[in-house]
């Protein structure tokens, strides 16, 4: 396990297409997290899942964005009919929460512009 | 409402001078605080957590309640701490955790 895998890593796509991001976590962690970040901004919670179950949707997670994580295991992001304010730095983070939280462990990010 | 705030947006600091990462919260129960490190072309990483009462690369941090503050500090800055860092938050919920909140972050330049 080579930690908190995200694909693809940059995607350029023109406004009004769908796109869609993947998210494969660490194989033991039971929680699996999206966050955006824009330019000089700290990462921005969208939404979190417990094993397959979607805890929590942010306000900022319109209903063009919808996340699934069907089997517990990795996770998609879907953005619908993208806009240029969709551009950001889409981050994937997975952690181990039980007694005590541990820390996020993070991917690399997918980053998105969309022109 | 959860809140995380770091009042400086960029610090510079001399190689070997002391280095203070201001953060404060609110948070109306008992959070756990984090900080964590973003170098340059790398991903974002955990450094230290409050519940471990560690430190980590030299860095230190102490939660005070009374100031709802969690500040980082280093004793001597080294090159390469240069680095943009995040306070983040994650309070209770019932028996489990709830969600990281991230603060705006903070760049820090050390100078040679």
């Known amino acids: 396990d080579t930690g908190v895998s995200q694909n693809p890593r940059h995607k350029i796509t023109k406004r009004g297409q769908n796109v869609t991001f993947r998210c494969d976590p660490i194989?033991?962690?039971?929680?699996l997290y999206w966050y955006r970040q824009t330019l000089g901004q700290g990462p921005e919670f969208l939404t979190y899942?417990?094993?397959?179950?979607?805890?929590?949707k942010s306000r900022l997670l319109s209903d063009r964005f919808s996340a699934e994580r069907p089997k517990g295991s990795f996770s998609t992001l879907e953005i619908q009919r993208t806009e240029q304010g969709d551009s950001a730095m889409y981050l994937c983070?997975?952690?181990?929460?039980?007694?005590?939280?541990?820390?996020?462990?993070f991917g690399s990010g997918t980053r998105l512009t969309v022109v | 409402a959860q809140r995380v705030t770091q009042p400086e947006k960029l610090l510079s600091v001399f190689k070997g001078a002391p280095v203070e990462l201001k953060c404060n919260y609110s948070y109306s129960g008992s959070p756990e605080l984090f900080w964590y490190v973003q170098y340059s072309r790398q991903r974002l990483q955990l450094l230290l957590r409050h519940i471990s009462r560690e430190s980590i690369k030299g860095f230190t941090a102490d939660l005070n309640k009374g100031e709802t503050s969690f500040h980082l500090k280093k004793p001597f800055a080294q090159e390469e701490d240069s680095a943009m860092y995040y306070c983040?938050?994650?309070?209770?919920?019932?028996?489990?955790?709830?969600?990281?909140?991230f603060g705006p972050g903070t760049s820090l330049s050390v100078i040679p």
């Open positions: 194989s033991e962690h039971n929680r």
């Open positions: 899942f417990q094993n397959e179950a979607q805890l929590e």
């Open positions: 983040a938050l994650s309070g209770r919920w019932k028996t489990s955790y709830d969600k990281v909140i």
């Open positions: 983070a997975s952690s181990l929460v039980g007694e005590q939280v541990y820390g996020y462990t």
